[in-house]
């Protein structure tokens, strides 16, 4: 089994915030496992983008809400670059828009366990590889929170808005679980971003109609949000763990 330095691991890595960020730490010299749950056009293109590049990458296929997938996901890393040593937990689901008096059991069901479930496996099988206490190497864990966790998402999406809220709960127990471990975990808690999520959800307007409630005036970008991400995973952040850095423009 071949063991690269620098190995990461992005879901969702194939489109939006994901393929940003993806490509961020290719720069950064990190062979690039690209999962994708059902867009393999996008995420092979990123991944082909990469190297071109001259860094590694791989597209991915694995649904995160499915343990049995995950493992699959995690064993095909090894397998191909070694270890990982960055996991970036970004794929997510909104649910749609619902307020909670008509939301279905089943889509409840489906965001959690993609948004929820998925990142604590995810977690679970990085761990099992980074831990010094297992003889790993050490790593980083970052999660894609959201605004919406502390903001609430009334009338929209208060049903993403937990899974977020749970994901800043997985990153602060998760980091001083494994803090003497040699593992960081930090979490981006995104604020307004244009990306197409928006219009997955039903609302391709969203993000020009509420910029005026982001006090610098606009939406974010998705480069901005990587840029975070590559920070939290770089050196320059060693002392930084269990931290939820807002990247949403003050909102």
């Given at each position: 089994?071949?063991?690269?330095?620098?190995?990461?691991?992005?879901?969702g890595?194939?489109?939006?915030?994901?393929?940003e960020?993806?490509?961020?730490?290719?720069?950064?010299?990190?062979?690039?496992?690209?999962?994708?749950?059902?867009?393999?056009?996008?995420?092979?293109?990123?991944?082909?983008?990469?190297?071109?590049?001259?860094?590694?990458?791989?597209?991915?296929?694995?649904?995160?809400?499915?343990?049995?997938?995950?493992?699959?996901?995690?064993?095909?890393?090894?397998?191909?670059?070694?270890?990982?040593?960055?996991?970036?937990?970004?794929?997510?689901?909104?649910?749609?828009?619902?307020?909670?008096?008509?939301?279905?059991?089943?889509?409840?069901?489906?965001?959690?366990?993609?948004?929820?479930i998925?990142?604590?496996?995810?977690?679970?099988?990085?761990?099992?590889?980074?831990?010094?206490?297992?003889?790993?190497?050490?790593?980083?864990?970052?999660?894609?929170?959201?605004?919406?966790?502390?903001?609430?998402?009334?009338?929209?999406w208060?049903?993403?808005?937990?899974?977020?809220?749970?994901?800043?709960?997985?990153?602060?127990?998760?980091?001083?679980e494994?803090?003497?471990?040699?593992?960081?975990?930090?979490?981006?808690?995104?604020g307004?971003?244009?990306?197409?999520?928006?219009?997955?959800?039903?609302?391709?307007?969203?993000?020009?109609?509420?910029?005026?409630?982001?006090?610098?005036?606009?939406?974010?970008?998705?480069?901005?949000?990587?840029?975070?991400?590559r920070?939290?995973?770089?050196?320059?952040?060693?002392?930084v763990?269990?931290a939820?850095v807002?990247?949403?423009?003050?909102?």
């Open positions: 089994m071949p063991q690269l330095e620098k190995v990461a691991i992005v879901t890595g194939g489109r939006g915030i994901g393929a960020i993806s490509r961020a730490l290719a720069r950064d010299g990190y062979a690039v496992a690209v999962n994708y749950s059902s867009n393999s056009a996008s995420a092979e293109q990123v991944a082909n983008e990469i190297r071109l590049t001259g860094s590694q990458a791989l597209a991915i296929h694995a649904d995160v809400s499915k343990e049995e997938e995950v493992l699959r996901l995690f064993s095909t890393v090894d397998q191909a670059f070694g270890l990982p040593t960055v996991l970036v937990n970004n794929g997510g689901v909104t649910g749609g828009f619902s307020r909670v008096e008509a939301i279905s059991a089943q889509a409840l069901q489906d965001v959690f366990a993609v948004n929820v998925g990142a604590f496996l995810c977690s679970r099988e990085a761990v099992k590889r980074m831990s010094t206490r297992r003889g790993g190497r050490g790593g980083v864990i970052v999660n894609l929170s959201s605004r919406a966790a502390q903001l609430g998402g009334s009338g929209e208060v049903h993403y808005a937990a899974t977020k809220g749970a994901i800043d709960t997985l990153t602060m127990g998760l980091a001083r494994v803090a003497l471990e040699g593992i960081r975990v930090n979490a981006v808690a995104a307004l971003v244009e990306t197409d999520l928006h219009a997955a959800a039903g609302d391709p307007d969203r993000t020009a109609r509420l910029s005026a409630t982001v006090p610098m005036g606009r939406a974010g970008t998705a480069h901005e949000i990587a840029e975070s991400v920070w939290l995973v770089s050196p320059s952040a060693a002392y763990t269990a939820i807002a990247v949403s423009g003050g909102r």
